[in-house]
């Protein structure tokens, strides 16, 4: 039986595909104060402009193509059951092949209610636009999770942590919660990767192999590593 590998990704392996996303401690994202795109005060106070910035990161998304890591990533399923819970809202985990992932913040290829953010659906094209409406009559929003709401999928994330047999933590600053607080639900014993150009605060934690390199350095050099757990 494989395995089971469990990875934590964020904004660093999406960065090496050219995407930018919120991560700095500027609070700005593409130019923009988070709090002007990334809220439901924002939504409320000027849908336009929020339904505007995230068709172009939409856009850009689809630009994009999955770097080495995610790459990397996918063959890793070859040797083990591993299971992907990204910050990212992109989908380039799921062009690069894997087959388990968890979209913590939502995956903003999709488009949800404004009422009922249970309500998914498919985006034709690159654009939702004002006055595309769900069955229940009401705006159709990005699939994406903003600063003040409830992560839906956290209690999901937090069940696949605690059945982890190996954990990787892979360009996160584990700045943003309740994402950040995933690797408190990993085992001690586990062997736990963190791989990051600027390792974040893990002095707390257990059995831990620091990898001080981008991405898709760092992976490459993780999977050699992990060979010895096959």
């Known amino acids: 039986?494989?395995?089971?590998?469990?990875?934590?990704?964020?904004?660093?392996?999406?960065?090496?595909?050219?995407?930018?996303?919120?991560?700095?401690?500027?609070?700005?994202?593409?130019?923009?104060?988070?709090?002007?795109?990334?809220?439901?005060?924002?939504?409320?106070?000027n849908p336009v402009l929020v339904q505007q910035f995230y068709n172009e990161r939409r856009r850009q998304v689809r630009a994009a193509i999955p770097n080495e890591a995610h790459l990397e990533l996918a063959k890793l399923e070859t040797h083990f059951d591993v299971h992907i819970i990204t910050q990212n809202i992109d989908d380039l985990h799921e062009r690069a092949g894997s087959s388990q992932i968890v979209h913590l913040h939502g995956l903003i290829t999709l488009a949800q209610s404004d009422q009922n953010p249970a309500l998914v659906y498919p985006i034709i094209g690159?654009?939702?636009?004002?006055?595309?409406?769900?069955?229940?009559?009401?705006?159709?929003?990005?699939?994406?999770?903003?600063?003040?709401?409830?992560?839906?999928?956290?209690?999901?994330?937090?069940?696949?942590?605690?059945?982890?047999?190996?954990?990787?933590?892979?360009?996160?600053?584990?700045?943003?919660?309740?994402?950040?607080?995933?690797?408190?639900?990993?085992?001690?014993?586990?062997?736990?990767?963190?791989?990051?150009?600027?390792?974040?605060?893990?002095?707390?934690?257990?059995?831990?192999?620091?990898?001080e390199k981008s991405a898709t350095l760092g992976l490459k050099v993780a999977a050699d590593l992990l060979k010895q757990h096959v």
């Open 1 to 45: 039986m494989k395995k089971r590998l469990v990875v934590l990704t964020g904004a660093g392996i999406s960065a090496e595909s050219g995407l930018k996303t919120f991560r700095d401690s500027d609070g700005l994202w593409e130019g923009y104060n988070v709090r002007e795109v990334a809220t439901p005060e924002a939504w409320d106070w």
């Open 126 to 211: 690159d654009e939702i636009k004002m006055g595309q409406l769900c069955e229940l009559g009401s705006q159709l929003r990005p699939h994406v999770v903003w600063f003040g709401e409830a992560v839906p999928m956290i209690e999901t994330a937090a069940n696949i942590c605690a059945t982890a047999d190996l954990f990787m933590l892979v360009g996160s600053s584990l700045a943003v919660y309740p994402a950040a607080g995933l690797i408190d639900y990993i085992p001690k014993h586990v062997p736990k990767y963190i791989i990051d150009p600027k390792i974040p605060s893990v002095e707390r934690y257990h059995n831990l192999i620091k990898i």
